[in-house]
């Protein structure tokens, strides 16, 4: 049930073009890992050589300790779920889900107790003897993830399967898959490009970029200690702030301000830093570095919480997200400050330095 | 509503103008802009059709005036008449065997052009030209030639040590070269295929390979069922078409539907009887019970939908 699965130096080519690049990544057993990542950052075609339905053109794919690079689709003990759900429109669900199962030649007391037993676990037994073009998208997505669940795989895939499906019902099935995930305890994988589904599902994200991975952590790690820019900027909404800021030997200077207590001790000269929309106060007083004062464009009241979007005397945009409803209007100028332990710094070329460093 | 509400703005005596005035009226000038195909389709089509069903009640040669003759051109048909019993045998097995034949082949081509290949466009056109000159006198001409005792098939059976027959000449293979004719001009309904298939999604594919369907199973269980309603509407009309053919019949008969009638399709034998003999009572009779073979083939075809034919929505 529970299986590793480890690419060693994968490439994949189309032509002359390299979608990915010589990558390396270990997916735990029983781990619900999430790729993520832009457009045409190489997910989906990450999943779909795992899968077997792309080849691999260079490296290694073992599953379960057995390389299977070769190995067809149906022989890797996976399972997938399509972002157009891929189901038979001629058949009804029943036969949808049957379908993998008679394939087999099971047993037809078998595929039986296997397509109700998932139809009971989906809440879809009244919708058998449906066809598809009679469901909703909540409900074609869930036929999708039976026909999943009765082959009973080892390893479940699921690439953008909730991209269709309205907002509410992507909360909500969001929820499900994270519930069938800890029932069933099997190795999952799951491709998005929404962050916010990376970090509410997710054990581990996998961070992609140009077909490489940028970095792998738990959703906290990569949320607290981001390896570089791009994975502090996608990670996150409203994503982090960049702020131009120079190194000296007396400190750094962000905005033409010095932000006393960061951490990082870098090289003088330019740097980039970052800081999350949530972790910048409003008010002059109490503790922290004064970042000055900014200008608000635009105030989003949230109910909850208040955006604001600000300009820096500098020019630059600031982003700041406030608690509770704030009085707070258009054209305003607000001091801000920060607590430096929140403060990410990142090298020219987009590296995170340490802040132990 | 009073009298006078009712008459308001009318003079006493006058009718307002009826909906079918002031709809005639508003809509003229649609009328107008589609009054070139009203009258091709009543003086060309409508007319001659309902001309041509009332001949079929009369005996009527061209040069004297009809004369009514009741249902006799149809009891003839029915009783009396050894060739148009022929002419339905040979009709019928050029269409069970011509249909089928012709669809499979394209389909399978089809599906070859579907694999992704280079140069498909100019594939395509190629495997399209028969279409295009199979029903032309030429092409019917140049299959007389191929077929022929000393033509290119048998110079071709001659290196393997074949001695063929005249094929064209020999009444149990006549018909046959008639239907490879017309398997070779499956460009249209292969076009329609390939459309088709393109319209598959390529994840039901993916979906039954990661089931461990293989090509086969994927082709009878997913292929063939998405593509019921093209299946349907090639069947429909290649089945109106195979009814309908004549051409390849009469060049390659000379006009006689021989030899022994192999190869005298329904439409060549109504020819002769309109055109030959100048029975165009008869021959309009015959017209008749095509129409009506036709119409109820395509109602059939159908009806029978409900049990095959798979549409998405």
Known sequence: MTTPIRLRNVTKRFGAVEVIRDLDLDIEPGQFTVFVGPSGCGKSTLLRMIAGLETISDGDLLIGGQRMNDTPASKRGIAMVFQSYALYPHMSVRKNLAFGLETMRMSRAEIDRRVNAAAETLQITQLLERRPKALSGGQRQRVAIGRSIVRDPDIFLFDEPLSNLDAELRVQMRVEISKLHERLGNTMIYVTHDQVEAMTMADRIVVLKGGQVMQAGTPLELYNSPANRFVAGFIGSPKMNFLDATASEAGIDVAGQRLDGIAARPAPGRLTFGIRPEHVEIGSGGGGASLGEARVDLVEHLGGTTVLYAVTPSGESLNVVAPGQQGIRTGDVLPLRLDPANAHVFAEDGSALRRSA | ?313
């Open chain 2, 1 to 313: 509503m009073t009298m006078e509400t009712a008459t308001n703005g009318w003079e006493e005596g006058r009718r307002p103008p009826s909906r079918f005035a002031e709809g005639l009226r508003r809509n003229l000038p649609g009328y107008l802009f589609l009054s070139p195909w009203l009258i091709g389709f009543f003086c060309l089509t409508l007319g001659p059709a309902l001309g041509s069903l009332y001949l079929s009640f009369t005996d009527y040669d061209l040069l004297s005036a009809p004369r009514f003759a009741g249902v006799s051109n149809y009891v003839h048909m029915a009783t009396a008449d050894p060739n148009f019993g022929a002419a339905m045998k040979v009709t019928f097995l050029y269409v069970a065997l011509s249909v089928p034949l012709k669809l499979a082949f394209a389909l399978a081509v089809a599906m070859m052009l579907n694999r992704g290949m280079r140069g498909l466009p100019v594939y395509r056109a190629i495997f399209y030209l028969p279409s295009l000159l199979g029903a032309s006198v030429a092409i019917a001409v140049l299959w007389r030639q191929l077929f022929a005792a000393d033509g290119l098939v048998n110079d071709l059976l001659w290196v393997f040590g074949i001695e063929g027959p005249s094929w064209i000449s020999n009444p149990n293979y006549s018909l046959y070269t008639l239907v490879i004719l017309s398997v070779w001009q499956f460009g249209s309904p292969m076009i329609i295929f390939l459309a088709g298939l393109r319209q598959i999604p390529a994840d039901m594919y993916e979906a039954a390979s990661i089931d461990g369907a293989s090509k086969r199973r994927q082709f009878v269980k997913i292929t063939l069922p998405l593509l019921t309603p093209v299946i349907f509407f090639n069947l429909v009309i290649q089945t109106i078409d195979a009814f309908k053919a004549f051409t390849p019949a009469f060049i390659v008969s000379g006009g006689s539907g021989g030899p022994i009638n192999s190869t005298l399709f329904y439409t060549l034998y109504l020819y002769q009887e309109a055109f030959g003999y100048f029975r165009m009572g008869y021959a309009s009779a015959l017209a008749w019970v095509l129409v009506a073979i036709i119409a109820g083939f395509t109602a059939l075809s159908f009806l029978s939908t409900k049990y095959w034919v798979h549409y998405d929505d």
